[in-house]
């Protein structure tokens, strides 16, 4: 089966608050692509856990659209000079939210594209109120078993203590859960080839955007 979108412009209309969820989307046994024929009315933003692929599944998302890729995390280090851990202690308590915030920003303002957060960027409560209100948010959803599969033994994670990985992410998923739940498209990830999660992304996002936005018109034909 091949399913095809697209979006037509209409007039201007206000915006309804939606959220739109793709777990019940199981991983197809027989995966056939969307063709994307659309572009995103702002910014993408993936949200989401450690592990749960926010950059793997962004780089993809974002040759899909033919659109811009970003890390959020890579533009706050290189604004700062330093690594993200190393923030709050170089320029004091609450530099790097501050930072985060700002060039969170700058990427949202400038152009469309999609743009992979940190971990803990949601937390802050004007960074998280900017996503909402500025861009399409998107969180890559994890039960605990991908996100071990995906971190434990890996480098590159100071958030997560060699031997206390399950520990700490049970704490942050009772912590950062709730509040991702405010993003307007949440996509279950599974262990599956990238592609097939990009896929239902692109579905969940196409389904906002027709009930989001009523000046769009998402057009299906099988």
Known sequence: MLICYGIFVGSGESLRKMNVSSEN????????????????PKPIVIVGLVGCGK??????????????????????????GCAICDIDA?????AMQAGEYKVLSRLINQQVQVIATGCMSFLCDQTRELIKTSSI?????????????RVT??????ILEVGKE?????????VHYPLFEETNVCVQTYDEPANITVD???????????????????????
């Open 90 to 94: 170089i320029f004091g308590e609450g």
């Open 55 to 80: 950059t793997s599944i962004g780089k993809r998302l974002a040759r899909r659209f033919d659109l811009p890729f970003c890390d959020s995390d890579q533009e706050v280090e290189a604004a700062a």
């Open 137 to 149: 948010s998107v969180w890559l959803k994890a039960d605990i078993q991908t996100l071990l599969v």
């Open 153 to 158: 033994g890996r480098k590159g994670r100071p």
């Open 200 to 222: 239902r992304v692109i579905i969940a996002m196409s389904e906002f955007i027709r009930r989001q936005y009523p000046d769009y018109h998402v057009l299906k034909s099988v």
């Open 166 to 174: 399950e520990e700490t992410l049970t704490e942050m998923m009772s």
């Open 25 to 40: 989307f199981a991983p197809p046994s027989r995966p056939a692509s969307p063709i994307v024929s659309f572009m995103p």
